[in-house]
C-alpha cells in the first residue's frame, strides 16, 4: 500500500493522514468547495475538489465521484474514517469491484451490523443481552405506535452512519425528532432509514474498543465512557470507565470480545453497551474507527489508525506487536474534551464565524487532535463545529481531570463562541469526579451552563484599539483643550467603554484617544510582568456593509478583528 484516499474532512482525515506518513504511505484528500480553506486539503500530498453542484455534505457521500478520483490518482486504498460512507456497504462493494482496498471491516460484517435486525440476530446468537423494546425501519406513525405502546421517552436515530439518537418525550417531539433523524440519515449516510427504541434514562452509555486482522485473530482494547452527553452527543470520554466495578468491567470487555469472535471482525469496531447498575444491553456495533478512540490509543499505547492500515495490508495482529488478550494490558486514565464552537446556552446550536485568536494548551500527558482551528479559518453552518479534541493522560482518574480542567483554562479561542466554560464546568463538578455521572447528568445539572463565555484582555484591548482606530473618541475634535476631561459627557464616554472593554486602563494616553496608526507598534503592561507588543500592520478598506478588518501581530501572533465604521453607518442613514 504506497498511497491512500481519505473520504473524509477534519481531524479524521489530519489524524489518518498523520498515521499514513509515519508508514510512508502518500495521502490524497477530497474537499467540497464550502471546505476550500479546511486544514485537511492542504496538508494531503494530494487534494481534488468534489461535489461540483452539490450541497456541502453531500459532496462527501459521492461514492462515485470518490472512487474516480481515487483510480485516477493511482491509489491502493480508501479510508473512509467515520460517518459520512464509513458504514456504507454499497460504497465498500463499489470500492472493492474498483480493484481498491476499502479500509475498514468487511462487507460481511458491514452488512450485520448495518442492517439493526441483522445485528440483534448477530448479538442474540452470541448470547449477549439486547434492550427489550425495539423496532427498525419504522415509519412516523409507526414511532407513534411504539410509544403508545411502551411509553416515553423514547430514542429516534438513523440506521445507518454516525448520526446522533434523538430522545423525544411527548407525541410533538416524535414528530419533529423524527423528521430530523430522517434529514440526518439521509444526508449524512445516504439512506432515510430511522429506527426506534425505548429509551433508558438515568444509565451509563460504555463502549469497547475492538480490533481484529484477517487471520481470525480478535482482540477487546478495554472499554471507555461516554456518558457526558447531551442530545446524545459527546462532550467528554473516559478510559477506562472508572465509574464501573471491577466485575462488571470485566463482564462487559468479555461480552464485547465474545460478539466480535461469533462474526471473525476485521479491522477497528466498537461495541456500545447501556449499563444500569448492575445489568448491561447491547446497543450497536460501530464498524469504524470513532472519534474517541485516542483515549483507548493512550491507556493501551497502540495506534489504532495505523492498525487500520496494517490490517488492510494483510498484517496480523502479533506480527504488529499486539499481544495475546490475556497480556494486554492498560495504564492510567486518560480523558477527551471535545471543543466545539457552539452556543451552549442556546440549546448547544452551531455559532459559525470567523477564527480571531487561536492559542493552544500542552504540556506532560496532553494530545491535541485537531480539525479547523488557526487564525483567520471561518466556520461555516455546513459542518460539526468541532474545533479540537483534547485529550490528558494521567495515572489516575483525578490528575487526569485535573489535567484537562487546566488545559481547557489555557485554550484561548476567539471570534466564535465555544463551550470551553462548559467542559470546565463538567470536568471540576463533584459528581462527575466521582465517576458516577451519567447520561442524564447535563440535563439534571443547570450550574453547567452559569459561565459567561470568556473574553481575554488581548483581546479586548485589541478591540478598543480597532474601535477607536477607526472612529476617534466620540466629540474629542471639540475638546482639544488641556481640561477637556472635565466635560461630563467625556468622563461618560470614558466609562462607557471601561465597562465595555475593561483593560483599556492599560493603554497610555495617546493610544487611548487616537488608537494607533499603520505600521505602529506599542507595548501594554497587563501586569507585573507580563506586557503585550501590539503591532498594527494594515487597516483594510472598509466593505459593503461599513466593515474594516484590522490586521494586528501581538506578541508574535497574526490577530485579525473586524470593525464597523459608524461613519458610513450614519452617511447611509441620513442618504434620503
Known sequence: MKKILIANRGEIALRI??????MGIETVAIYA???KFSMHRFKADEAYRIGQGKEAAEAYLDSEAIIKIAQETEADAIHPGYGFLSENIDFAHRVEEAGLIFIGPSLKHLDIFGDKIKARQAVEAAGLRTLPERVDSVSLEGVLNFARGYGYPVGI???LGSC????????????ASYARAKSEAQTFAGSSRVYVEKYIENAKHIEVQILGDQHGNVRQLFERDYSIQQRNQKNIEIAPAVGLSQTLRMHINNAALKLAKSVDYVNAGTVKFLVTDNDFYFIEVKPCIQAS???TEMITGIDLVVSQLKIAMGLSLESMGIPEQSQLKMQGVALQARIRAEKTENNFYPAPGKIEAYYASGGCGVRLDVGNAYVGYELLPYFDTLLVKAVTYAPDFDE?????????REFCIQGVETNLPFLINIVEHPVFLTGQAKTSFIDQTPELFTSEPTVSPST????YISDITVNGFPELEDKINPFFLMYPQVLLDYKEKQKRYEAITHLDTPTFFYGMYQGEEIEVQLEKGKVLVIHLELIGAANDTGYRTLFFNINGERREIRVEERSVQKQDAESP
Open 460 to 463: 479586548k484591548i485589541l478591540n
Open 157 to 159: 436515530k438513523a440506521a
Open 400 to 408: 487526569a481531570a485535573r489535567k484537562m480542567a487546566r488545559v481547557l
Open 33 to 35: 468547495e464550502e471546505d
Open 293 to 295: 478512540h485516542t483515549v
Open 17 to 22: 493522514m498523520q498515521a499514513a506518513s509515519e
Open 164 to 175: 446522533r439518537m434523538r430522545v423525544a418525550r411527548n407525541e410533538a417531539e416524535v414528530r
